[in-house]
């Protein structure tokens, strides 16, 4: 099955400062990669995804790159913000109708500091 | 409108004790999941549905059962509880085909002690 590694565990910036998020996937099928937010005690959130067909994606701060031939994809958080501080999960799933399973990453813990 | 609604959001259970999870979702979504989340870590996926009538297992599905009666609910069973289940559980649901957001309920801390 898929496989999805997530680095670093943990991140600490300083505000405004950048963020970056890397992630692998071992399934080349994946085709789609969402990425979440967690904030302390809540439930996962979207923040944005991307599609295999797409190299790069971008929302306001957060922007997301894939590199289909290294299967690998990051996130990037320019200009951060306290409020930016969470843990940040990677997912990859191959679209079909069987179901749209989404393997997770580890997880980033993020602190952004003031 | 509600979303995904998981009840209870705290639970303790003794050892081999059993318990069942809900999970009930107004949007209409035919795919349905149930993630668990130890400390530290990702989500791991415990069963899937792709619509009433039929589950699945995931990557994790030791230890639990479910069923999908109905295109809303989807409870999730545990029988002869063990602290390894000590987890949060999440319920998500999602449309059918193509690439959507997976929604997720607010959570189930269970603790077996």
């Known amino acids: 099955g898929e496989n999805v590694e997530q680095h670093p565990s943990t991140l600490s910036v300083q505000e405004g400062d950048s963020a970056v998020i890397k992630c692998t996937y071992s399934d080349s099928a994946s085709n789609y990669f969402p990425w979440y937010k967690q904030e302390l005690g809540k439930r996962p959130q979207l923040i944005i995804d991307i599609r295999s067909n797409v190299g790069e994606k971008k929302d306001q701060r957060i922007a997301v790159t894939l590199n289909k031939t290294a299967k690998h994809f990051s996130l990037h958080i320019t200009e951060t913000q306290p409020e930016d501080s969470a843990v940040y999960f990677c997912a990859a799933s191959m679209i079909k109708a069987a179901g749209n399973k989404l393997t997770f990453g580890g997880g980033t813990r993020v602190l952004v500091k003031p | 409108n509600a979303g995904v609604t998981q009840t209870p959001k705290f639970r303790i259970l003794k050892i081999g004790q059993s318990m069942t999870l809900q999970c009930a979702q107004d949007?209409?979504?035919?795919?349905m999941y149930w993630y668990r989340q130890d400390p530290g870590m990702g989500l791991k996926l415990i069963y899937y549905s792709v619509g009433a009538g039929i589950t699945d297992k995931g990557e994790v599905p030791n230890g639990y059962n479910v069923s999908r009666s109905t295109t809303e609910d989807f409870p999730l069973r545990l029988e002869l509880a063990a602290p390894s289940q000590t987890s949060v559980y999440f319920c998500a649901s999602s449309y059918p085909q193509g690439a959507t957001e997976a929604f997720f309920g607010q959570g189930t801390r269970l603790t077996v002690v």
């Open positions: 949007m209409n979504h035919n795919y």
